[in-house]
């Protein structure tokens, strides 16, 4: 994959200094902050309380998580091997690199937005997918639906689900899927390598203080960020996130600016939403929250929507040729 292709370069409208532009300075020294942060908690853990170390933890690996969906999109070089190799290390341990820009690109097709076999990050199943789930099955997705759920439960479900499918690809001889593995399991050992070896962090500790939570604030960000609608437009949220979850995210939860223009950097989509403001949310349908708080109030114990996709028999005829299934990519 070129550069280019990854980047999908925008013309950019808004004045800022040119060498911020060329070279990305922010996405750089936030680079050194996560890995100087990230080594400084893992070297510090003894001395640290527990409730800080699953704070600093989370919020490190959940930031380094936003630092690799702008590696996707091609910052904060014009190379991909370069940005991958900057974002190399998995601090959260869960996702390999490869597989989520794979399926990540995919799910920028906006035609196919939430579509249940299309879209590789829908988290919505077929009407005969869920019938063929059973009970449990069912009364999971519908857990899934709640914020609770996606919380405290979709860490452990969706690394099951996404190292499933990397087990159905790599039996079935997916190359691809093989280096991609191969790359994040290196990584990971590095990692582990790391905060075990030379900090002497239990792995237990790693999981539950680093690993999890990262994860779960990952899964915060992704709960609300799509919604089934007929209309292409309207499929995508912007949540007015309160600081510091902005900041967390990289205006990720602008995401319907990003997903107008997924190759504009990070640091420029509070401007830039700030400027086209009332086009956007004519263009998705007035589809905003106010922070992650509201969101909280309205679906922390009840469900957003079902399970079930509503509109996909009026979505474009599904094709079988994701790379991964659409319930393994919740990111």
Known sequence: MSGTSARHNQPLSLEVPSFWRRYEVPTWALIVVIYAGWLAVTWNYDALPGW?????GGWLCAWHGSLQHEAVHGH??????????????PLSLWYPYRVYRDTHLTHHRDQELTCPIKDPESCYATPDDWESMGALGRGLRWVLSTLAGRLIVGPFVTTFWLYRAGIISIRQGDRRAMVAWSLHFTGAALVLGWAIGVCGIPVWAYLLFFAYPGMALTL????????????????????EAEWPLAVL??????????HREPGRPWYELPARYREQRDAVLAENGGFVQKGYRELA???????????????????????LDTAVPAESSPR
Do not use: C, M, W
């Open 220 to 239: 915060l960000r992704s709960y609300a960020e799509h919604r089934p609608a007929e209309q292409v437009g309207h499929r995508t949220v912007i949540n």
């Open 297 to 319: 109030r309205h679906f922390f114990v009840k469900p957003k929507d079902a399970p079930v996709h509503p509109y996909f028999q009026v979505l474009p005829a599904p094709a």
């Open 249 to 258: 995210f990289l205006n990720n939860n602008l995401h319907a600016v990003h």
């Open 76 to 89: 904060p070089t014009r190379s991909d091997l370069l940005n991958e190799l900057l974002v190399f290390p």
């Open 52 to 56: 800080l170390v699953f704070v600093l």
